[in-house]
């Protein structure tokens, strides 16, 4: 069997170590696409290792497509044919179900069992087992883990599509991994440019009055509380000198349009 090695350099203090040390198990999925939906779900999530037992159409362009460029994931998935293969070498298993069961195991919420997951994923790998798109989980399978995990989806209509499930207990591991706030998607150097001087602002204000006098849109000899009122209107922001800059540029521009001024 193809199974791609668990063991993480760094320390397993470090969330991504832990994250590294999850297991997706999807347990006969019919829907190829739901595969890909699957490794989609967990890239974005900082998971990468995906179990398929025995998937009915798997390789398949669907899944591919549905991944999304999590190629990646696909590529290292391991296909097995048993839930004892996909769960050889875990510490801790849990089955994913929205259903109650009689004598399953202890029975949480996605959110509060988390912390405990990834606590077990300091101690070795660990799976969260998913159904198959209509039949769900078997008694027996849930009974092989040490819990059942649910979303609390509404009562009357709660069982996810099996993509959107993964994508739920992955996101929540993030979260957890994180300590509920994983650092933000930003790879652009937000514009910033400094703080305006009260001398460009006076400036700014100076040149502005002229070519309202000069365009003939202020009358100096009745100049009313129009500069006034302009000053609370730039007051309100916190100009920067580029946009002065460009105040700036445009009376210039105006300034040399005007008839016999320039
Ligand atoms: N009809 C099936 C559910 C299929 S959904 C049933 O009744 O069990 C496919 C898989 O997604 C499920 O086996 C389960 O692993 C997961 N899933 C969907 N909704 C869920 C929920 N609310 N809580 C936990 N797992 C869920």
């Known amino acids: 069997m193809n199974q791609p090695s668990s063991s993480s350099p760094a320390s397993a203090a470090d969330p991504r170590n832990r994250l590294a040390k999850v297991r997706i198990v999807l347990s006969n999925t019919s829907h190829p696409g739901n595969i890909g939906a699957a490794a989609r779900a ?98 027996a399978d849930v009974q092989r883990c040490q819990r059942t995990v649910f979303i609390p989806a509404d009562p009357e209509y709660s069982s996810l599509n099996l993509g959107a499930a993964v994508q739920v207990l992955c996101y929540e591991l993030r979260l957890a991994a994180h300590g509920g706030r994983p650092t933000e998607v930003s790879r652009t150097v937000p514009f910033a440019s400094p703080a305006a001087t009260n001398d460009d602002i ?39 000198r580029d946009e002065i800059n460009i105040l700036r540029g445009i009376l210039d521009a105006v300034e040399k349009n005007i008839p016999g001024k320039s």
Do not use: W
């Open 202 to 240: 006076e400036r700014f204000y100076v040149h502005l009055e002229r070519i309202m006098v000069n365009t003939g849109f202020l009358d100096p000899n009745q100049p009313r509380r129009l500069m006034s009122k302009l000053r609370r209107l730039f007051g309100r922001v916190t100009l920067e």
């Open 42 to 139: 967990m890239k974005t999530m900082g998971l990468s290792r995906l179990f398929l037992i025995n998937p009915k159409k798997y390789p398949d362009d669907e899944a591919v497509a549905r991944a999304a460029g999590a190629d990646d994931v696909l590529d290292m998935a391991v296909v097995c044919k048993t839930l004892d293969e996909a769960l050889a070498g875990t510490v801790f298993s849990v089955a994913l179900s929205a259903r109650h069961r009689n004598l399953g195991p202890e029975r949480s919420q996605a959110r509060d069992t988390a912390p405990l997951i990834l606590d077990k994923a300091g101690e070795g790998d660990v799976a969260l087992v998913f159904g198959n798109e209509t039949a769900g989980l078997s008694n």
